[in-house]
């Protein structure tokens, strides 16, 4: 809706209405969630982020379980469930169209003109299926950003000025009930996958600079698929998904160009990485910086983001229009070390805290950038055709400035702070603009959504985890994910635990005995429907005011450090308040269940020791060694 501002989310009140909310029941797998859950359908962009009339509103067309299985309204979809839990089925294929009124049958054209005409239509091609609908394949733009939290974007009411970002959600589709992954390398994986971390080996931490790992080479990556469909295919920063070896690097896997850095941090200006190599015992500091598969060097003292736009602009500038293009800009901003040129920080003087300061100034930073590269678009002939996506890599750190307010927890955790991501599509192929879109969305349905725009297929890939979500962006449909695994780690180890309260539940520990199915001292976390599960110790649950705006740095849970499982109904507690745990024990158990489904079926955890053969002592540069 013109003129209209995206609000933060109003905090709820009416918990009163939990007593007489329809649940799912039956034998495992679940039966649907109750079809009230979170993003149902879409609103104006200038909606409160959760203001439904009552606790059984809904979008026009859907229908409301009722007891005793009747339902209102049209009849519900079938649901289908496979490796990447359930979703809606629709029978109907892209060429279809709903039902209007009848009306009488009557010729169009008169008998004579018929047969040529039906010999015209014959030999015309087939109209194209591909999800935007156009006559020619779309550029696909993906801007990443580095642990940007909830409440570091003006759209969700952030004192941090973002006026690029919050234009561009305003004019398209903001992604409120999108999530990704509580750390670098897992999202990064399950965007170029899609597929969880679960099934890649990678659901424990990061991979670090000196472990022999990435990607497994047997995962068709996405811009291989892109390639196939007749992309080009650029990235642009931060790859962080393993260079042990060279089949590892972005131009193995399915980039035609990449420029950037290869590990998961560096200084902004030297671009250099320090780190301890355990069985050496020395730190050392080295360049991480390439052009291609060649080390960079001539870029000291230049701050990344400004570079790494500028190389994205040129390669949009160079670029046909004609050209079917793909670009991965996955900036460094806003991730640690909190760097940035000094002319930015005069806008923040008001933030009292040094860290919430510098990273304002960073995101502002960042901001700008976005609107250089729509701006290139535009002023080279190829936004009429862009799909625009923006997303965060995970929820912000807190320790280093972010803010995720009024989610609970921050990086590292499965807490709404960890996984909730900040992202939006825009585009002049958008079916609807201007809206709020409350869908559940993963970032592991980008892959399928981008290959079916690009006209793709997913043949050759691993069985996917992710969803074609287009229609559910761009016409509001109801999304064909209705549930989601947040990650399953027996081995987690928070690095940055709340202060006082690191206690981490013994391994074979359950807190809720009376359920064998899924070991509960495990760190997961399930999302069906409505319904969350968290289960062993999920990570820091402290609440983090924005430093800007709160004298108070941090309200701390009141859970005991031994707790071990909680339910929430994110619906109508997105700030995972109000524990139900002991209210719905059926739930439980049958989320319990589809847990202990997704262990069964994973792959066990790749987590290598350090190899003191990584060290760049040598060459002076990070990179393969094996």
Not at 333 to 343: A, C, G, R
């Amino acid at each position: 809706m013109p003129g209209c501002k995206v609000h933060r989310w109003e905090r709820h009140r009416a918990w009163a209405r939990f007593k007489r909310l329809p649940s799912f029941h039956g034998s495992s797998p679940p039966a649907p969630p109750p079809l009230h859950s979170p993003g149902a359908g879409s609103e104006p962009a200038g909606a409160p982020a959760h203001g439904r009339s009552g606790p059984f509103s809904r979008p026009e067309g859907v229908e409301v379980p009722l007891q005793g299985g009747a339902t209102l309204g049209r009849s519900v979809p079938d649901f289908v469930s496979g490796a990447g839990g359930w979703r809606r089925h629709s029978s109907r294929s892209c060429g279809e169209r709903r039902m209007g009124p009848r009306r009488a049958a009557r010729p169009l054209l008169p008998a004579v003109l018929r047969p040529p005409l039906l010999l015209l239509l014959l030999l015309l091609p087939p109209l194209s299926c591909s999800g935007a609908g156009v006559g020619r394949p779309p550029h696909l733009v993906f801007l990443l950003a580095d642990d940007l939290g909830w409440n570091d974007v003006g759209f969700h009411g952030s004192s941090i000025l973002t006026p690029h970002l919050d234009a561009l959600a305003a004019g398209g589709v903001l992604l409120d009930n999108y999530y990704i992954q509580p750390l670098c390398t897992p999202s990064r994986s399950q965007l170029l996958t899609g597929r969880y971390q679960i099934h890649t080996g990678l659901q424990h931490q990061i991979i670090w600079p000196c472990q022999p790992s990435c990607v497994p080479l047997d995962e068709k990556l996405l811009p291989q698929l892109l390639k196939e469909a007749g992309y080009t295919t650029h990235m642009v920063g931060k790859w962080h998904l393993g260079m042990y070896r060279k089949e590892c690097l972005p131009t193995r896997r399915g980039f035609d160009t990449y420029f950037g850095y290869l590990l998961g941090s560096e200084d902004y200006y030297s671009h250099e990485r320090c780190t301890l190599i355990d069985a050496l015992n020395v730190t050392r500091c080295a360049l991480d910086f390439r052009d291609g598969e060649e080390v960079a060097a001539g870029y000291k003292n230049m701050y990344s983001t400004n570079v790494f736009t500028e190389r994205a602009t040129a390669l949009i500038a160079n670029h046909p229009p004609e050209k079917p293009l793909f670009l991965y800009l996955a900036l460094q901003s806003v991730h640690e070390p909190l760097q940035v040129p000094e002319e930015y920080l005069k806008p923040y003087d008001f933030i009292q805290d040094k860290n919430r300061r510098h990273y304002a100034a960073m995101v502002s930073l960042m901001d700008e950038a976005v609107g250089n590269v729509t701006a290139a678009l535009k002023n080279h002939g190829l936004w009429d055709n862009t799909i625009f996506i923006f997303s965060t890599d995970n929820g912000g750190q807190t320790l280093a400035g972010g803010n995720n307010w009024p989610l609970r927890g921050r990086k590292w955790s499965l807490w709404e702070g960890g996984v909730r991501g900040v992202g939006f599509v825009v585009s002049p192929l958008l079916k609807q603009k201007g809206v709020k879109n409350r869908e559940l969305i993963h970032i592991s349905d980008w892959l399928p959504t981008l290959v079916k725009l690009a006209g793709g297929h997913t043949n050759g890939t691993k069985p996917l985890d992710g969803f074609d979500v287009w229609k559910t962006i761009s016409e509001g449909s109801p999304s064909p994910r209705v549930e989601l695994l947040h990650n399953i780690d027996p081995n987690f180890v928070d690095i940055s635990p709340c202060p006082g309260n690191s206690v981490v539940p013994a391994k074979g520990d359950s807190s809720f005995p009376e359920y064998s199915a899924f070991n509960t001292s495990f760190h997961a976390a399930i999302r069906h429907g409505n319904w969350k599960l968290l289960t062993g110790y999920p990570g820091c649950g402290h609440w983090f005011p924005p430093p800007s705006q709160s004298s108070v740095s941090e309200i701390p849970s009141l859970d005991p450090p031994t707790k071990t499982l909680w339910l929430f109904d994110i619906d109508q507690d997105p700030e995972e308040r109000h524990d139900l745990s002991r209210e719905y024990p059926h739930i439980i158990k049958q989320l319990l269940s589809r847990l202990q489904f997704y262990h069964r079926h994973s792959v066990p955890v790749f987590y290598p020791a350090q190899d003191p053969r990584c060290d760049p002592a040598g060459t002076g540069a990070w990179g393969p060694w094996m």
